[in-house]
């Protein structure tokens, strides 16, 4: 099934519906709700996850990312898409 | 000394109501129904809310009973969502038209959990004791996907359909759920009356493990499937609600706070109202909840074992109700004295053939 969570530089990942991206004040972290699964989000994934809207594509994610972190485009995108795609696997991330 | 503060917890689990149309023979409702008249009103489920927001809670779990039953599950909903909670709907679907599915969406519902009791309609109707659900639960299924929202499937498993583990996961690709739940039944309350005609033979439950892990492999990224295995079959028990007072709190119809559904069947423990006291009041200081939290508690063979943080002792009433004493390993757990004789009396049962069953009901007598 590698073809469902594969992601491409034209994806557009974005939370589906019944996902939500959510500061947790009490543990002074970030979370991703899904149903009946909490994962916790480091400020990292959470600053990628901000940019998952479905406008963005992955290209003009890695971008912004490379920018902002004054790192090789080539590095992030690994990164980015290995994250990306666990999360799609678990269903809570859509492309 | 007093104990250090406990983390907040994470999921409140409340039980709005325990009218159900259901009469499912393992209802996870105590033996005891709470009656409609003493449920909580509107007001006092918001405060509820907003203070387990304020705890900490991520998760609230709107179950019951069939939860929908309560003529305000919008107005509740909608509160819950706004205090920030994800919101989840645990439900029969019976009674869930699809006006009231979209205004549950609008409101802010974020994933709904319908159950199913058997993966044909013959098998759903008889064991939900209901003629006609089956056709309701799959309009419900259609109604959430049409709404947007995320769909889980729940199936309770036991010897009555164990046979249809296979089946419950085409029908939940079929109806377009994201996740399937294939919860074994867990033996308390009205399951551990009906325990004989339910409890599954060993072989068959590894076999249905092994067709779950098969399917999870075959449908990933499309299907997660999560598995509640039968802990009198298990090597170690199950942490009791992720340790007692740890991660949830629930929630009676009339406003008891426990530390699992089935606490109350622990005699001695004075369980606090939320009428009365702030969650956050009796998650911090009602003695109940620091009863059995943490490893302090716990004799052996808990006390020095190498997994005490991870299953918790297991359950409290289970320990209770199968060695008389709650502060017992879980006999589920192979280190404890009481194991094999428990395993002995599942084998039993669960060659005994097909027994009748006791439905859940307001009506039915049961001795304690």
């Not at chain 2, 983390?7 to 259901?22: F, N, S, W």
């Not at chain 2, 956050?280 to 939290?293: E, L, Q, V």
């Not at chain 2, 020095?304 to 008389?324: F, K, N, V």
Request: charge should be neutral; aromatic fraction near 6%; glycine fraction near 8%.
């Amino acid at each position: 099934m590698g073809e469902t969570t594969e992601i491409h530089a034209q994806s557009r990942p974005h939370l589906p519906k019944g996902v939500r991206l959510k500061r947790d004040e009490a543990r002074g972290r970030w979370t991703l709700l899904a149903p009946e699964r909490i994962f916790e989000v480091d400020d990292t994934a959470a600053a990628v996850l901000g940019l998952c809207d479905g406008e963005r594509d992955l290209g003009a994610i890695v971008a912004e990312l490379a920018a902002r972190y004054k790192a090789p485009p080539a590095v992030i995108e690994k990164d980015v898409v290995a994250m990306l795609a666990d999360l799609k696997t678990k269903r809570v991330l859509e492309t | 000394m007093n104990a250090p503060s406990p983390a907040p917890p994470i999921g409140l689990l409340v039980e709005l109501t325990h009218r159900c149309p259901l009469g499912c023979p393992y209802c996870s409702n105590p033996l005891a129904l709470e009656r409609p008249g003493g449920e909580l009103d509107g007001e006092t489920w918001k405060r509820v809310f907003s203070e387990a927001a304020a705890l900490g809670a991520l998760h609230v779990h709107l179950s019951g009973g069939e939860p929908t039953a309560r003529r305000d599950i919008v107005d509740l909903t909608r509160h819950a969502s706004e205090s920030g909670l994800y919101t989840n709907l645990i439900t029969s679907g019976i009674g869930v038209g699809e006006k009231l599915t979209g205004d549950l969406a609008e409101a802010g519902l974020d994933h709904a959990q319908l159950s199913f009791q058997g993966a044909d309609k013959e098998t759903n109707d008889r064991l939900g004791h209901y003629a006609g659900s089956w056709e309701k639960k799959r309009a419900f299924a259609s109604y959430v996907i049409k709404a947007g929202l995320p769909l889980t499937i729940n199936a309770v498993i036991h010897r009555a359909n164990l046979h249809q583990v296979g089946a419950f996961i085409e029908l939940a690709v079929e109806l377009g759920a994201r996740r399937l739940e294939v919860a074994h039944t867990q033996y308390y309350g009205w399951a551990l009356l009906n325990r004989a005609a339910l409890m599954p033979p060993r072989k068959q439950v590894e076999e249905s493990i092994a067709l779950v892990e098969a399917a999870r492999a075959r449908l990933k990224g499309e299907l997660v499937i999560d598995m509640v295995v039968p802990d009198y079959y298990a090597r170690y028990p199950k942490p009791c609600a992720g340790g007692w007072g740890r991660i949830a709190i629930n929630v009676s119809p009339t406003g008891k706070a426990l530390p699992c559904h089935a606490a109350e069947s622990i005699q001695g423990l004075e369980f606090w109202n939320v009428r009365e006291h702030s969650l956050a009041d009796i998650w911090h200081t009602n003695p109940a909840f620091n009863a059995f939290r943490g490893t302090e508690w716990m004799r052996e063979p808990c006390r020095s074992c190498e997994r005490r943080e991870i299953d918790w002792g297991g359950c409290r009433c289970q320990a209770l109700a199968l060695t008389g004493d709650a502060r017992n390993a879980d006999p589920a757990c192979h280190k404890s004295p009481d194991h094999e004789r428990i395993v002995a009396t599942a084998l039993a049962e669960s060659e005994s053939g097909e027994r009748p069953l006791r439905f859940r009901s307001y009506k039915e007598k049961v001795e304690a």
